[in-house]
């Protein structure tokens, strides 16, 4: 409907345009030549060209106002064309007038608006109408209005039918002709609007596709500018389609050498890339050829996908199969040692209470015992960290664990001078082993202040992290409590190792005790992170699901 409204719309627009240079050209005639048209005939075709003039108008406005009204309208302007031209042929000398060819625009405005069918029709009609006039001229039947027969032109009747045939015959053809290329045209047009329709769905489509990536995607041209830029790579960058659009590529990713790109070879590397939020990921890219239809290079296609986490959790593994390995042996290695050692400490006690011994050796023995005594706590800790128990959970308040703890610490001497500051709600309930999670307070703890030999300030808090569905408890919520001192802090390269069993940057230490922390937390599905800034402190943040 819309299409039909705008081309009946140029219709009238056209028939304004031809019906001034009619008045025009008739006009312009009438001053060179006064005869050419009398008087009465030049007034009467003027005024029937003002009224086409109103006509139109009057169409128009009613084709602004009302698209209903479209249909309607049509027809009736191809009745006015074929009533117009009647009218002019009646008034220009019936037999005589040479505008009975404007009846053919009517048929083609028929055909434009319509189609084939109306075409014939409107050729018929305007042929009856045609016919009619032609016959009642000849027979004298409009005299009435001015028409009279000149028998010294017309006296043949074969001359008068021939005239009927021959635009009967024209009437025709234009039809069929006209009716033929509109269908043409209409269908061509219909051909047409599907497949812009078609490219705009898989225009959309592919964009689309391209946006809900879960990757980035970037194409540049030949010269290396940004061509398609998607959501993606919109996030990691913080660069818009429109920003980015026309820069060149090692502008937006320095890291990545534009000759790579080009290269065929080694189209699969890995970069450290800064992100829009700051934070230092690996980025692991890929990259074609782009090519047109004839095969020629015109740019390229490049994919990337921040692999930070699944490096991370490949770390993790790593370090998870390490630690395995490392406790296997140490469970063996306890093993193997605790039986002699116990012969060992057991036979100097004896000694050591026989009444023969010299007090220079009693002091040797004790020595020895004392160190037997520290090599079986190791040798425990050591089976401990190899083959813990499993969780025994129940719930507890976890406020009340650690009160009694930093009460009990409060007694060391090591802790005098430091000072507690706890945020934790007193309802606060975890579901989890009650002495192993005791065991990994006091190791953080105990930690925090022997980093502070000076004295400090030990922070512990909570605060709740994103829900979770897991298999073993069920639907909960992760729990994050973090344990932060002021301390010495701890250097980037030991930050690495600290879970590392054995790894101690401390005299005496057996570097067990966080390894156990994060074999205990693994156990209770749970994590444990670290921050560090030499100087300034240590933030453990341990983070353990809670089941609704």
Known sequence: MPEKRKNLAWLIFVRLVVVSLFLTAITYFNIRQPDFFPDTMLRDVTRLIIVTYLFSILSLATLKVSTSSVPILGYAQIIWEALFVSILVVLTGGISSTYSFFFNLAIINASFLFGRREALYTAGFCGIIYGLIIDLHYFGRLERIGLVRDFSEYSSSNHVLSLIFTNLLAFLLTAILTGYLAERARKSETALKEKEIDYEELESLNSLIIDTLDSGLVTVNSLGMVRVFNRYASELTGLSQEMAYGRHFSEIFPEIDPSEIASPCNNRKEIFYVNSRGSKVILGLKHAPLSDKEGSDIGAVINFKDLTEIRNMEAKLDKARRLAAIGELSARI???????????????????????????????????????????NMVTEFLLYARPLPPNRSWFPLNNLITDQIALLKGDIRFSSIIFHENIDEQLEIFADRDQFNQVLWNLILNAAEAMPAGGEIFIGTSWGAPFVNQQIGPGRNLCLTVKDTGIGIAPKEAEFVFEPFFTTKSGGSGLGLASVYRILEAHNGSITLESIQGTGTTFSITIPVPD
């Open 334 to 376: 306890a093993h193997e040692v605790r039986n002699p050692l116990a012969s060992i400490s057991g036979s100097v006690q004896l000694i050591a209470e026989s009444g023969s011994i010299p007090e220079t050796d009693k002091k040797l023995l004790e020595i020895v015992i004392r160190e037997t005594s520290r090599l079986d």
